[in-house]
């Protein structure tokens, strides 16, 4: 049996980390959820994670900063990274483009909208 993948959420809503957890578990993946930037930049300094879903308005640590980090940590840069916001712009869409994010989830999300975000991912 394959390995599960793992993932990890960040969003400082809690209704949003636990529909989300709940969606992939469901789908047969290990989630660990974190609550803003810092918070997801200790666990995946910590362990490792095959995909990140992170919001991109949050306190302490924004998800643009935690995306720029991913990028730039050696063993985090190649990992696919799902960005997810209510901001519906093509600049916050360039920007995130810009920095490297995977695929881009504009809130309200849907379980088609997270499957459509984890296949460009390659999951």
Known sequence: ???RKKVLVVDDMEANRTRIKTFLFMKHFDVDAAEDGLAAKKLLEGGVFDILVSDIEMPNMNG???LAWVRKTPSTAKMPV???SSLDSPEVLERCRRLG???YIVKPFTKEKIDEAF???GF
């Open 64 to 66: 643009f900063e935690l």
């Open 119 to 121: 296949g460009k991912a």
């Open 1 to 3: 049996m394959a390995e």
């Open 101 to 103: 994010a995977t695929a």
């Open 82 to 84: 799902i960005m997810l």
